[in-house]
């Protein structure tokens, strides 16, 4: 089993290239069997997830190959309509898969996708989705089988703007017969990086950034080469870890506008932060003040539910009490546990949680609950004293690349075991 062995209280001090984003190369990687050519995908960062992805390609007849941070994918070959139960277990994004195969092929055989454990993640709007649009589903056991004679356009609005459905809705929309209009679509930077692919390609799609996406179908989709934008969620975890353990951080390779929401409350913590074209220089006061207002999490552009975990491990020795509010998973609070355990005073009612700051933390053997809760284990501990063992990596691995190079050549004392 492998471990990392963080010794904590070294302030973090250097530079750092920020990696490609986890949510767009996904998206982007199921988009790829739409296309008749192959794809080449710079900027993919190395991950469990993305080697999921690549499997699930490669399983339906699409040759897929690493080169450093290029991902080529050769759609050519697709012959296949379903992914294996082992394969859609292995992350949330395997769903993406459906909406892309059914635009190619017509039908598809998936079954329930796996992911971060974060309370229930139904796909019902998924699904609502792609019956507008002349699919057929049926759900047994766990295995949905989808089929579509003909795949039409639709008026779709989501009941609330879930990233992924609306990614499956643009996967489908663009090779069904007409125009798909899709309201109170997710805005997330990622949808757009997703439809800045398709369009590449020769998709027609306007309106994503906004809360109503048309898609003129019917495209027939061409290979290009394109870059996957960075990682705002990555980076929103090293600004946090740096602000947390102390000490200045030039993150460059950033996506400065998409990380506004997030930075406008890191601010609030008394950290210095400028940013110039794509990079971003942070530098911790002597001590983290609370942020006053609640951090809600809300879809974007509010405060991004995935850097709510690693804020909150920045905001444990803060002056004063900082208070969040969860807005977009039941259960995204399972690493306060942990943060505890190492000496924070974190309290969760329901939705909230109360983080009254502490003078210090100290090290303790932790398991990662999850993919953004490991990463806030890592920012605490690098800023607790003593010693700290955190176990169950495979969920940090799922997001970040190689997080103790990047923290060590910040000087974080991180090791892995
Ligand atoms: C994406 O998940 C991201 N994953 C998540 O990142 C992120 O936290 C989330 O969007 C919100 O920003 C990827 O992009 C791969 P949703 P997704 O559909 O698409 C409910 C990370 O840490 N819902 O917007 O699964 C759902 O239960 C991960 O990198 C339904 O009820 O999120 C949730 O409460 C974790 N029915 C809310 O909507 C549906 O059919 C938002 O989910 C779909 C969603």
Do not use: W
Not at 64 to 85: H, K, L, M, R, Y
Not at 151 to 176: D, M, Q, R, W, Y
Not at 178 to 187: D, H, S, W
Not at 295 to 323: E, N, W, Y
């Amino acid at each position: 089993m492998q471990k990392l062995i963080v010794n904590g209280g070294r302030r973090l001090h250097g530079e750092l290239k920020l990696q490609g984003s986890k949510n767009s190369a996904l998206p982007i990687m199921a988009a790829c069997v739409l296309s008749s050519e192959e794809c080449s995908l710079r900027n993919c960062p190395r991950l469990t997830d993305v080697y999921s992805a690549a499997r699930i390609l490669n399983c339906l007849g699409c040759r897929c190959s690493f080169s450093g941070n290029t991902v080529t994918a050769d759609p050519s070959g697709i012959n296949a309509t379903e992914i294996p139960e082992s394969l859609m277990r292995q992350m949330r994004s395997s769903i993406m898969f459906m909406g892309a195969i059914i635009g190619r092929m017509g039908e598809c055989t998936v079954s329930v996708p796996g992911g971060c454990e974060l309370g229930p993640r139904p796909i019902d709007m998924h699904l609502a989705a792609l019956r507008k649009m002349g699919v057929s589903v049926s759900d047994s056991g766990g295995r949905i089988v989808c089929r579509a004679e003909r795949l039409h356009g639709a008026k779709i609005s989501l009941p609330f703007p879930s990233v992924g459905a609306t990614e499956n809705v643009i996967l489908c929309g663009v090779c069904a017969e007409g125009e798909t209009v899709l309201n109170n679509a997710a805005r997330e930077p990622e949808i757009c990086d997703l439809c800045s692919f398709l369009r590449a390609c020769g998709a027609q799609i306007k309106g994503d950034g906004g809360s109503r996406i048309v898609i003129s179908g019917r495209a027939e989709l061409h290979g290009c080469e394109y870059t996957v934008m960075p990682d705002r969620i990555a980076g929103a975890t090293y600004l946090s870890m740096t602000a947390a353990a102390g000490g200045e951080i030039i993150l460059t390779d950033a996506c400065v506008p998409e990380m506004e929401p997030f930075l406008s409350v890191l601010e609030q913590t008394g950290c210095s932060i400028y940013t110039k074209d794509d990079s971003i220089y942070l530098r911790s006061g002597p001590r983290l003040r609370c942020v006053r207002e609640r951090i809600r999490t809300m879809p974007h552009p509010g405060f991004p539910t995935d850097a709510q975990a690693v804020l909150m491990a920045a905001l444990c020795k803060a002056d004063g009490t900082s208070v969040f509010e969860e807005n977009i998973f039941d259960c995204r609070y399972r690493h306060t546990d942990a943060l505890n355990k190492m000496g924070a005073d974190i309290q969760v009612l329901g939705k909230v949680a109360v983080v009254r700051g502490v003078r210090s933390l100290h090290g303790a053997e932790v398991e990662a609950t999850d993919l953004r809760g490991g990463a806030a284990m890592v920012a605490a501990a690098l800023s607790a004293e003593g010693e700290t063992v955190i176990t169950e990596l495979h969920h940090i691995d799922r997001g970040y690349e190689k997080i103790e190079e990047a923290a060590a050549s910040l000087g974080g004392d991180i090791r892995r075991v």
